[in-house]
């Protein structure tokens, strides 16, 4: 662990609302050590002044979509890795600039960087398993996929879009369309993260994704409870016990509480053993 980007990370972590590019080159930075996180932002800021006079020439909102659209993806060239869409490169945001290449989160969190400070209204959208960008202006909404090169979605898309990840058709609810802010984005982030390095036994890095989870929300039930398994595989048991306990307080009629409070028992005998 890098312990000067896990404090920052903590700090940032404290306050409301959380600084986005900064959380997330932080979240990069502990992967890469020597990681310069205002070089980065910097490269940012480079990218955003050299779009200004592209984007300021559309008339309209739809009109300036389409430009940051167009410069991202066609004069930039950056792109969603659909072959290597797990490579944990893909989550981070030092990566995705210098390769050109991210997931959908990825490319949202530059697009909503670079467009805002370009005056563009614009919002993260937690849609399920693709997260997208609302552009909002006084005439409606803009759903737009930077992942798939900035594409402006219509309602039909987007119910196809449902369709297709669930396998049957589902109602378009309001709330798979809500904007979010930038604590939910890091930590849906970190859940990305935490996923390939679960499905790769990586329980390091793992536990590294979940501890910056529950630092960004500390009631995220499920987060507790699969770092308490975690710590207890790991033969952490005191942490083990300490999170099982944080959890049923937080969740006693979670359908896991029954196990939970089984381990609890386990636990404590173990802790007693070894003190």
């Given at each position: 662990?890098?312990?000067?980007?896990?404090?920052?990370?903590?700090?940032?972590?404290?306050?409301?609302?959380?600084?986005?590019?900064?959380?997330?080159?932080?979240?990069?930075?502990?992967?890469?050590?020597s990681l310069d996180v205002k070089?980065?932002?910097?490269?940012?800021?480079?990218?955003?002044?050299?779009?200004?006079?592209?984007?300021?020439?559309?008339?309209?909102?739809?009109?300036?979509?389409?430009?940051?659209?167009?410069?991202?993806?066609?004069?930039?060239?950056?792109?969603?890795?659909?072959?290597?869409?797990?490579?944990?490169?893909?989550?981070?945001l030092n990566d995705v600039i210098?390769?050109?290449?991210?997931?959908?989160?990825?490319?949202?969190?530059?697009?909503?960087?670079?467009?805002?400070?370009?005056?563009?209204?614009?919002?993260?959208?937690?849609?399920?398993?693709?997260?997208?960008?609302?552009?909002?202006?006084?005439?409606?909404?803009?759903?737009?996929?930077?992942?798939y090169g900035g594409a402006i979605?219509?309602?039909?898309?987007?119910?196809?879009?449902?369709?297709?990840?669930?396998?049957?058709?589902?109602?378009?609810?309001?709330?798979?369309?809500?904007?979010?802010?930038?604590?939910?984005?890091?930590?849906?982030?970190?859940?990305?993260?935490?996923?390939?390095?679960?499905?790769?036994?990586?329980?390091?890095?793992?536990?590294?994704?979940?501890?910056?989870?529950?630092?960004?929300?500390?009631?995220?039930?499920?987060?507790?409870?699969?770092?308490?398994?975690?710590?207890?595989?790991?033969?952490?048991?005191?942490?083990?016990?300490?999170?099982?306990?944080?959890?049923?307080?937080?969740?006693?009629?979670?359908?896991?509480?029954?196990?939970?409070?089984?381990?609890?028992?386990?636990?404590?005998?173990?802790?007693?053993?070894?003190?």
């Amino acid at each position: 662990m890098n312990d000067a980007a896990r404090r920052e990370f903590v700090s940032i972590a404290s306050r409301e609302p959380v600084p986005l590019i900064r959380g997330a080159l932080l979240i990069a930075k502990e992967e890469y050590p020597s990681l310069d996180v205002k070089l980065y932002l910097d490269r940012i800021s480079e990218l955003a002044r050299e779009a200004e006079p592209i984007v300021r020439a559309g008339s309209n909102t739809v009109e300036q979509v389409q430009l940051l659209s167009h410069f991202l993806f066609e004069q930039k060239g950056f792109e969603g890795n659909r072959d290597e869409f797990s490579d944990p490169r893909n989550s981070f945001l030092n990566d995705v600039i210098e390769r050109r290449k991210g997931i959908p989160i990825t490319l949202s969190v530059l697009y909503l960087e670079i467009g805002r400070r370009l005056g563009l209204n614009l919002f993260g959208v937690s849609f399920p398993t693709h997260f997208l960008v609302k552009a909002v202006d006084e005439r409606g909404e803009l759903v737009i996929d930077p992942f798939y090169g900035g594409a402006i979605l219509s309602l039909r898309d987007i119910r196809a879009r449902l369709a297709q990840i669930y396998g049957q058709p589902v109602e378009l609810v309001p709330a798979m369309l809500k904007p979010v802010g930038p604590r939910h984005i890091l930590t849906r982030l970190l859940r990305n993260l935490k996923g390939i390095y679960m499905s790769g036994s990586d329980w390091d890095r793992a536990l590294a994704a979940l501890d910056r989870i529950l630092l960004l929300d500390p009631r995220a039930v499920e987060e507790l409870a699969e770092r308490a398994a975690l710590y207890e595989q790991l033969e952490c048991f005191k942490a083990a016990l300490e999170d099982y306990q944080c959890f049923l307080s937080l969740a006693p009629e979670h359908p896991g509480a029954d196990g939970a409070r089984e381990s609890i028992l386990r636990l404590v005998r173990q802790v007693a053993l070894i003190n």
